[in-house]
């Protein structure tokens, strides 16, 4: 393991007054995978996201980006990532063509340069025919891809994403998860931010669950969802009587206890093949029952075992 | 496929960050309001409507109004620097501003330097304002420029304690607020628009006091003898110990932030 990680976050907290926003919290990215910090409102997500771009003071702990140390060594590492906060941060009064010069040759590009860099991403984010209006007539998807075009300046090899894709519809918001997953492709490392548990699964390689400033859990989408318990089987007794009978009946062939919801009967699956015996056996016993399923582990579970959220 | 960048210095992005300010204003022209229009409007109204009450008419009116209006004009540009950092630094731009590897100062020196463009169009406004009313001050113009640029700097020197009264401040209402005040007491309790002499005894000693009244005296005597007096070394004094004074302050309160 000697390869130089993208970011390193080691013992990161943070205070606000006596409410510790952010607690302990340490975790790796490796290059070119896409790793998501998953959390309820309030959690910490934006403040740790903040102390990993120089935005913040930590009180304690250290973040190194591409082997860099973000306080002693900050300009190096924040010429390393592109941002795109939570909250736009461009500039709402000028042009996208304005912002995206004034932020090139902010980056260091030559005028020339930064023309014909201003000109590709206007392309690329389709934002040409709206280049020189104000933005005060943007749509919030445009803004956001602006936003995003803004932090990709450089073409820096790691980019930090808080909550990409909130307030925006359900098409914009696909487009969204293509554009990331395309600078993925290209070879970018990608770090965000999300509430939303199916944009987690569909874009984070690794995940980290954070509850009120602490880290609960890393792990894949699919260690994450076998942690919470695997497939289940799910049906309803049609007879309230029956429903005791089943549960006899079920026990020699499962696992763990069958958990019983009024006449609901949930079962946990280790194996597939265990569906079979299962079903045998409740026919055997005469037990009329409906609404049959078998249900994967969704993130929904992981998310509400793991978290308690601010309410 | 690597994008060429060249290690920025704080000239260019400085540079970059006027350019932004000044982009910022073209796109809303109404910024230009207390350049352009407070200045005409004080100008016509005080010389009306009071030119006659306080020095007999419009004309014997305008030596006394034209620095007076001038300065108070200074005042109110350079206090909008304030709500202008103020209101940067709360909106998400400012985050952006800070996670890219520019330098850290360039933010508020592009502001502070945009500044000197709105001086110097409030400068130009007022004086020539003043002209068509018919003040015909009787130096040559080189004085003229002289008393301008002597307005400018003391513009600038007061826009960095505007901006750092907008660095300390937690909202932007509050800047705005303390701004107005501060521009209105200080231009009032001054011999802006009357004779120190015709104010109450309590009043004459709070404008002696205040820097206004130098300010606007040494002007005066520029233009009514010609030369180069004691008062305007003064004030030039005064202009650059404002900024040795309070740019490293503001500097400091712009690094807590
Ligand atoms: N500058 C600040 N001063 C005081 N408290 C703060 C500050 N910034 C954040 N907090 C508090 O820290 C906690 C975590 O906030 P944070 O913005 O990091 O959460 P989040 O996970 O990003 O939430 P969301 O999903 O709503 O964006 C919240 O309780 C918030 O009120
Ligand atoms: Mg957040």
Redo the contacts between chains.
Sequence with gaps: MTAIKAVEVSHLTKKFGHQTVVNDISFDVQPGEVFGLLGPNGAGKTTTL?MM???LKADTGQVKIFGHDTIKEG??A??M?G?T?Q?????????AR?NLM??S??????RQ?AKQ?TAELLAEFSLEHAADD?LKNFSGGMRRRLDLA?SL???PALIFLDEPTTGLDPRTRTQMWETIRQLVRQGSTVLLTTQYLDEADALADRLAVIDHGKLVKVGTPAELKQQVGGTKLVFTVSERAQVATAVRVLAPQVTTAVQQIGQQLQISLNQLSQLAPILAAINQAKIEISQLSVQEPSLDDVFMTLTVGKN | ????????NVL??TS??A??NL??TM??PDQFMDVIVQPVMFMLMFGYLFGGAIAGGVQAYLPTIVPGILIQTMLSAASGSGSQIREDLD???F????????AHI?PLAGQLFGDVLRLIIATITSLTTGYFMGWRPEVGFGWIVVIGLLAILTGWALSWLFALVGLLAKHAETVQSFSLMTMLVLSFMSNAFVPLKSLTKPLQVIARFNPVTGVITAIRQILATGSWTQSALLVLVFDLSIVVVFAPLTVWAYDRN
Excluded: C
């Design positions: 903040r771009t120089t935005l300009r190096l924040r010429s990532f941002l906060g909250y736009a941060s461009v500039d709402a009064d000028i042009s304005e004034i932020f040759r902010l980056n260091g590009l030559s340069a860099r104000p803004v300046i450089t073409r | 496929m690597t994008i060429q960048t060249h290690n920025s260019m992005n970059t960050m350019y932004r982009l910022k796109h809303n909106s998400g731009v985050d952006r501003f800070k996670s890219l590897p520019m360039a």
